[in-house]
């Protein structure tokens, strides 16, 4: 009966060919090609990073930071990697590590503060995710005190 | 018939009986293996039908703000193409439709773009490259739809392809090549 294994596997194949099971490529989340992270520096300013994994970029001007209770000036984006986009004209993207300063007015020690971020970009092998709304909660440091830890999103992306 | 011919007669169809045996034992195991693949083949058939006809259910705005039912386009090979103008890899891959909706449109193709996008920066596109076939704005309710196609990351461009009874007969994630697709509509047209 040993003849029954490559027959039975010959009609597997046919019928898993068939199927319309997903044809993805191997393609990281987005939280995961993408890893966000921030720490509150000092009381007047968050510090932002994208760990951008190999084979994937960030788009620059779709990157936006916010901040809630009270409000941030405008991030400090490090410039990015110039690239012609035939729709867009010159656009920039990121690659690696990507740092970002979000200026914070009117804070207070022991402050709750939650950092808005969103994101977009791509994977080379040509797949774009959506637009990625993220955020996540720090604690402002008293002036003179340590940077307080680096903290991730929880559970509440659209990915999760 | 004598003894002898009796005892070569006997001895015969024990032979052929176990060939026989071997001969059922192997049809029953065969029917047996297609029994199976049909049921794994069935099954999917039913997702593909069930998942086409959500696509085909489909009422989505065109570009002039006018509702669009994909099921207008019954009955043709259906081309679902979902993108957005901040999605490269999408626009790259639209001059090819264009010509593809051009080559073999009236042999029954029907290209759908569902943007994911803003109104506004769709019409500039669609302007842009003359697009032939209609462009829909979908929302986040078209993305989720494609994610039970299995586009689990919502990822851009996807694109179904829709037989003329309306199953799906393919869905891509990433850039649909011009010879993947030729090769496709050969099958289906």
């Known amino acids: 009966m040993r003849w029954l294994v490559p027959l039975f596997s010959l009609l597997f194949a046919t019928a898993h060919a068939e199927g319309i099971s997903s044809l993805a490529p191997k393609l990281l989340p987005p939280e995961q090609a993408f890893r966000l992270s921030a720490r509150a520096v000092d009381p ?104 307080g830890a680096f903290v991730e999103p929880g559970g509440k992306g659209w990915f999760k | 018939m004598n003894a002898a011919d009796a005892a070569a007669i006997g001895a015969a169809p024990e032979g052929r009986s176990r060939r026989r045996a071997l001969i059922v034992g192997i049809i029953a195991a065969v029917a047996l293996a297609l029994g199976i693949a049909a049921a794994f083949l069935h099954r999917g058939g039913a997702d593909a039908v069930r998942n086409g006809s959500a696509v085909l259910k489909l009422v989505l705005p065109d570009t002039n703000g006018q509702q669009q039912a994909l099921a207008q386009w019954r009955g043709k090979v259906v081309v679902v193409n979902f993108w957005a103008t901040w999605c490269a890899p999408c626009r790259e891959e639209m001059p090819e439709f264009v010509a593809t909706q051009a080559r073999d449109g009236a042999k029954g193709v029907q290209f759908v773009g569902i943007a994911v996008d803003d109104p506004d920066k769709v019409r500039a596109f669609v302007k842009e ?3 032939n076939y209609p462009a829909l704005i979908g929302g986040f309710g078209a993305i989720e739809l494609s994610r039970t196609l299995g586009n689990d990351l919502a990822a851009l461009p996807f694109t179904i392809v829709l037989d003329r009874q309306g199953r799906v007969a393919h869905t891509q994630l990433g850039p649909l090549r011009q010879a993947k697709l030729d090769a496709l509509l050969g099958r289906l047209l």
Do not use: W
Request: hydrophobic share 35%; net charge neutral.
């Open chain 2, 129 to 131: 490259l003359k697009l």
């Open chain 1, 44 to 147: 007047n300013t968050i510090e932002a990073r994208f760990d951008v994994a190999d084979g994937y970029y960030l788009y620059r001007d779709r990157m936006h930071f916010s901040t809630e209770p009270v409000p941030a000036a405008n991030a400090v984006l490090p410039p990015g990697k110039p690239k012609h986009d035939a729709f867009f004209g010159d656009v920039e993207t990121y690659r690696g590590e990507v740092v970002v300063r979000v200026p914070l007015v009117k804070t207070a020690a022991g402050q709750k503060i939650t950092l808005h971020a969103d994101s977009q970009g791509c994977a080379d092998v040509g797949v774009c995710y959506p637009p990625n709304p993220q955020q996540l909660t720090l604690v402002v440091p008293a002036a003179g005190d340590k940077p």
